[in-house]
Nanobody, 122 residues
Framework: QVLLVESGGGLVQAGDSLRLSCAAS????????MGWFRQAPGKEREFVAA??????ALADSVKGRFTISREYAKNTVYLQMNSLKPEDTALYYC?????????????????WGQGTQVTVFS
């Protein structure tokens, strides 16, 4: 059984930082993309960041503030979030793919975590 377990969310003030972690178990995704998406209340799920063997990608809204990294030995992906803004408030989901379709699309992913809540107050 494949599981993705996110951690690291919380309630922070604008300008603070958080580091999200996503640990995968049940199989490895070493050559495939893993990514982060977020969904705010009343809004659609949106792409945040992705990483694969060929490189990484970030949404324009988080460039310069967020960084995605991966620890292959631990089958874990991280999202370092700096200079957080209230508009970053959302449920953050980790996702893993077993294909090489466009990692910016949620439909490209085969496995999803349950999400971790990030709330940023001003």
């Amino acid at each position: 059984q494949v599981l993705l377990v996110e951690s690291g969310g919380g309630l922070v003030q604008a300008g603070d930082s958080l580091r999200l972690s996503c640990a995968a178990s049940g199989r490895t995704f070493s050559q495939y993309p893993m990514g982060w998406f977020r969904q705010a209340p009343g809004k659609e799920r949106e792409f945040v960041a992705a990483t694969s063997a060929s490189g990484g990608a970030l949404a324009d809204s988080v460039k310069g503030r967020f960084t995605i990294s991966r620890e292959y030995a631990k089958n874990t992906v991280y999202l370092q979030m700096n200079s957080l803004k209230p508009e970053d408030t959302a449920l953050y989901y980790c996702a893993a793919a077993t294909n090489f379709r466009n990692p910016r699309f949620s439909s490209s992913y085969d496995y999803w975590g349950q999400g971790t809540q990030v709330t940023v107050f001003s």
